[in-house]
């Protein structure tokens, strides 16, 4: 039995736990910290209140931990186990356990859990090797990552920048399985289908002129994601052509929503909030902001986009939102502090850009607007998918030490 221990149903999860129990190679059970996102319950960083327009509980085993109900999974204290989880692993049958990283307090009581009930440890984290780390805090962090990478057994990978920063630990290359971040290709791939008749509905809607060049950014307003950066950017492309046709697209919502609008004409304002408008109007780009859009109707923002701009520093670890826009159809430029940088951005058309650089993301839209479309090349959906990670997922607990598995299955347990 594979244990799966994860802070919450993330949107992005759920359609992996899916996959694995359609396969049904490998027996496990999902385990889940807290319950949020199953009811509307407030996004600090979005700024808005909202639960998933998805089903998250459907087609896998899993059960909520006890006190679910209190906890909020982005607080690291307030996320943890509050029952004895080596115990709980025993009475289960358990001979592997999965966490989803080191960034609540649950998933290192896992790791000593693990241990204490014999079990293996895997890990899938998203960090990478990509943001540099100096002085005082990079002897740290290497000493508490030492030690967490020392007592974990199999890592599944999520993506170049994670290999190589499990590499610089000394993690041997048999202990690394390939599972490449991914979104449901599927989902979006027939939701844009769908909607790609309404296409030109949906950008006269939103106010976007027929003949426009529309790059969308889409995610929290909160400065990690630089959605500045791509303001800027068409300032510049504004002030060298003032009749420029591009238009921008804003699909999220968060704490610089007011500077954003600001520097931007806006031709429309979903969420209707009040803005003062830049005192260079000549410059400013016109824009439209779509508010938070779901699950099931962010698709209408890729289909209405001509491409999709992330310009995030090394806070974003891998940005599945490029994931979105390629199974959707739609060409991408990424800052190269992206963790996805160095797997997706290496894809045609290779719009990779230095993070901060406004002048180059300027370069990069003006050649994608000057271009001819360009399709996703097929293999991403392949490389990039769910059952990419499920192979190597049945392989990893294929190789489960043979002892584990006779000890349960002399206790007549899975």
């Keep these: 039995m594979l244990i799966i221990l994860t802070t919450h149903p993330i949107q992005y999860q759920v359609p992996l736990w899916q996959a694995l129990a359609k396969d049904g190679r490998v027996p496990f059970e999902v385990w889940y910290m807290s319950n949020h996102g199953i009811k509307p319950s407030q996004d600090v960083e979005f700024g808005t209140k909202f639960a998933w327009d998805l089903d998250m509980l459907e087609g896998y085993p899993h059960q909520f931990l006890k006190g679910a109900d209190a906890v909020h999974p982005a607080k690291f204290w307030d996320c943890r186990i509050r029952e004895n989880l080596a115990a709980k692993l025993r009475a289960s049958g358990a001979t592997a356990l999965w966490i989803q990283g080191w960034q609540v307090a649950g998933y290192w009581q896992a790791v000593l859990a693990a241990r204490s ?9 998203e960090s990478n090797d990509l943001a540099p780390s100096r002085g005082w805090k990079k002897n740290v962090k290497r000493q508490v990552l030492g030690w967490l990478f ?10 170049t920048g994670n290999r190589r920063l499990y590499e610089s630990y000394g993690v041997r290359p048999s202990q690394m399985f390939s599972a490449p971040y991914c ?4 989902r979006f791939q027939q939701q844009a289908e769908a909607l790609r008749p309404k296409r030109a509905q949906l950008r006269r809607a939103w106010g976007i002129p027929e003949g426009a060049f529309c790059p969308l950014f889409c995610g929290k307003f909160i400065p990690k994601k630089r959605p500045m950066d791509l303001v800027l950017a068409a300032q510049i492309l504004r002030k060298s052509d003032p009749n420029s046709q591009i238009h921008l697209l804003f699909a999220g919502s968060g704490e610089l929503g007011p500077e954003l609008r600001s520097a ?10 009040s803005v003062q408008r830049s005192a260079f109007n000549v410059q400013s780009p016109p824009a439209s902001f779509l508010g938070f859009l779901n699950q099931t109707r962010v698709s209408e923002a890729y289909v209405a986009a001509d491409c999709l701009v992330l310009p995030s520093d090394y806070g974003e670890t891998w940005g599945l939102v490029v994931n979105e826009a390629m199974a959707s ?9 992206c963790g996805s940088a160095p797997d997706l951005g290496s894809r045609p058309p290779n719009l990779v850009f230095p993070c901060g650089d406004s002048q180059l993301l300027a370069a ?3 050649r994608l607007a000057s271009s001819t479309m360009q399709s996703i090349p097929e293999n991403m959906l392949v490389d990039y998918s ?3 990670t499920v192979r190597s997922v049945c392989k990893a607990y294929s190789e489960t030490p043979s002892e584990r598995r006779e000890i349960h299955s002399q206790s007549g347990r899975p």
Excluded: M, Y
Excluded at 118 to 123: C, D, N, Y
Excluded at 183 to 186: C, K, R
Excluded at 330 to 336: A, H, Q, R, T, V
């Design 183 to 186: 979104v449901d290709n599927t």
């Design 329 to 337: 159809g739609l060409p991408c430029i990424i800052s190269d502090h």
């Design 386 to 388: 769910f059952d990419h």
């Design 264 to 273: 931007c004409s806006v031709a429309f304002d979903a969420e209707s909030l």
């Design 364 to 366: 990069r839209l003006q």
């Design 150 to 159: 020392g007592r974990v057994d199999k890592f599944l990978s999520i993506g």
């Design 117 to 125: 009930a014999g079990v293996e440890l895997w890990l899938r984290g």
